[in-house]
């Protein structure tokens, strides 16, 4: 299938998935959540794809997050049920994804690497939860996942401070697997592809499985659901509207605590 926001290869059992809004960095709007999320069905649906790596367009970043501009331009479209590129809400894939982080991952970009089973970083990346900067916060999934891949502390003051790290701090504090150049980023991925699919394929899913029953221990499901709660409850404050406002008029918001 022909996607207009996103590129796919197939490489025997392993699915290559490209973000590929370059000139907006690989920001995420509602079309192109919905086509990520219909790239994810049929990789799951496909009994011949096994293993899937995420990685973004250009050499500058893996994504942006959000793109804040086409929702303050009014633009049309909502996300699918399966959430932030079509992967924050979906709680049943029984196959695994690599992220490829070529280079920035912020706010939402960040959220859709941290969804993904391992994370590989070039060492030119950097990641960010900026979102309380504009108004908003981590409400893609950040919040819980972060923080139970890295320990409450370390993501609690990456949150609240919207700071970024390196892919190198990024390793030191556990949500990066490994770091690589840039140039070698993508073999590495593959690399590592191919040897999840030398494995037993009906292995590796009784093991996501088991990931995503104790994801729902945890009770990870009605966590985001309460984030998309009260981020709604956040859009109707001055603050958000304020946030993002500054944010395409580049300049300091001016915080108003309403």
């Known amino acids: 299938m022909a996607y207009e926001f996103v590129k796919t290869e197939r490489r025997g059992p392993i699915l290559i998935v490209t973000m590929n809004r370059p000139e907006v960095y690989n920001a995420v709007h509602a079309p192109m959540h919905n086509e990520m999320s219909r790239v994810w069905d049929d990789f799951a649906a496909d009994d011949d794809l096994w293993v899937a790596v995420l990685t973004g367009a250009g050499d500058k970043a893996f994504s942006a997050g959000n793109d804040l501009k086409y929702t303050a331009q009014g633009g049309k479209g909502t ?54 900067k504009v108004g908003l916060f981590a409400a893609a999934g950040g919040v819980q996942r972060l923080s139970r891949q890295i320990g409450r502390k370390q993501a609690v003051e990456m949150m609240l401070s919207g700071r970024q790290a390196s892919a190198a701090e990024g390793k030191e504090l556990g949500f990066v697997n490994a770091v690589y150049p840039q140039n070698e980023l993508m073999d590495a991925a593959l690399a590592k592809a191919e040897e999840i699919c030398a494995v037993s394929p009906s292995s590796v899913k009784a093991t996501k499985r088991v990931l995503n029953h104790l994801d729902e221990l945890e009770r990870l499901r009605e966590s985001l659901a309460y984030s998309r709660e009260v981020i709604e409850d956040l859009r109707h404050t001055e603050d958000f509207k304020e946030g993002v406002n500054a944010f395409v008029e580049k300049r300091p918001p001016q915080w108003k605590n309403r």
């Open 79 to 132: 996300p699918p049920p399966t959430g932030f590129a079509g992967l924050s809400t979906r709680f049943d894939l029984e196959k695994p994804l690599i992220a490829a982080v070529n280079g920035f991952a912020m706010g939402g970009g960040f959220e859709t690497a941290l969804c993904c089973d391992i994370l590989l970083a070039a060492d030119t990346a950097r990641f960010a939860l900026p979102e309380v």
